[in-house]
Nanobody
């Protein structure tokens, strides 16, 4: 059973930084892709970043390229999302997700989710 727990959300001003963490259990041998999604109020959930743990290959949404970095610490079973140069449009609930197969930008392809952590960026 894969279990994911996010932390690190908070409120910062435009231009600030946050580092989100997602601690996982039960997934090392059943997961090949770890991803971060976000959902702004009134909007659909969107993929932000993903990492294919087999190769280390990463993928980012165009809106966060150059500002966000996804990384993993296999020893700690944790995936991180370093977010720099934050903008008000980055506000939302951020979710960690996992799936056994290769990475996808569709939320419907993921079968394990955390409870989310809230990020608020003020102008």
């Amino acid at each position: 059973q894969v279990r994911l727990v996010e932390s690190g959300g908070g409120s910062v001003q435009t231009g600030g930084s946050l580092r989100l963490s997602c601690a996982g259990s039960g997934y090392r041998y059943s997961t090949r892709c770890l991803a971060w999604f976000r959902q702004a109020p009134g909007k659909a959930r969107e993929g932000v970043a993903s990492v294919y743990t087999v190769s280390g290959s990463t993928d980012y949404a165009d809106s966060v390229k150059g500002r966000f970095t996804i990384s993993t610490d296999n020893a700690e079973n944790t995936v991180y999302l370093q977010m720099n140069s934050l903008k008000p449009e980055d506000t939302g609930m951020y979710y960690c997700a996992a799936r056994y197969f290769g990475c996808s930008r569709s939320e419907y392809d993921y079968n394990a989710w955390g409870q989310g952590t809230r990020v608020t960026i003020s102008s």
